[in-house]
Nanobody, 127 residues
């Protein structure tokens, strides 16, 4: 089992930047494909970005492509989400999720396929 703890959220003005971090417990972080999702009240959780175990494959939703960058440091058990040019519509709770997989280059885009998730971190972008 793995526990995920997100941090780095906060209040920022439109056009600003934030970097989210997600630290995983355990010694098998490299066995997990990772993803960042976000959710606003009354709406379904949506994919923001996903990264494979090796970090060689990445995926972004169209709404964040070109503005957000996902990365991971397996030695530090950490996955990051660098967010730039933030917009008010990026306001949401951001969740880190982990999927145990044997496929090194696999990207997981559905939240229902992930095995673990954190408690979330709030990101609020003011106009």
């Amino acid at each position: 089992q793995v526990q995920l703890v997100e941090s780095g959220g906060g209040l920022v003005q439109a056009g600003g930047s934030l970097r989210l971090s997600c630290v995983a417990s355990g010694r098998t972080f490299g066995s997990y494909a990772m993803g960042w999702f976000r959710q606003v009240p009354g709406r379904e959780r949506e994919l923001v970005s996903a990264i494979s175990r090796s970090g060689s494959s990445r995926s972004y939703s169209d709404s964040v492509k070109g503005r957000f960058t996902i990365s991971r440091d397996n030695a530090k058990n950490t996955v990051y989400l660098q967010m730039s040019s933030l917009k008010p519509e990026d306001t949401a709770i951001y969740y880190c999720e982990a999927d145990l997989t044997t496929y090194v280059h696999r990207i997981v885009v559905l939240s229902s396929e992930y095995d673990y998730w954190g408690q979330g971190t709030q990101v609020t972008v003011s106009s």
